[in-house]
């Protein structure tokens, strides 16, 4: 597994496959992230981030069911694994961490 340090898009798409659950898939993904963030996420850069979260061993995927509204194609679905999950937990702590030590600021965002 290579190293679990996440990028903020990284965050993101881990994020959003948690929230789906068990329907993760790219496109979905994509849609999620632009209503949650604003962001318009290209497929193509979702889709490298996806195969690197994979290499690091914090998602899993496997392909579902072909369907005739895909014409015969199968989406691959991604879940988020244990190191996945303490990962996001890692980061969560760290950016909390970072929060509470900046004068001004508390957790709910108040100044």
Known sequence: MKGTNLGEFEELVLLTIAALVNDAYSVAICDELEKHTGRVAKLGVVHA????????????????????????????????????????MNAKQVREGYWRIIPGFNLEGSI
Do not use: D, M, P, Q
Request: aromatic share 4%; proline share 0%; hydrophobic share 30%.
């Open 49 to 88: 981030v996806l195969n690197r979260l994979e290499e690091k061993g914090l998602v899993k995927s496997h392909l579902g069911e072909a369907t005739s509204t895909r014409g015969g194609k199968r989406k691959r679905f991604y879940i988020v694994t244990h190191a996945g999950k303490a990962s996001l």
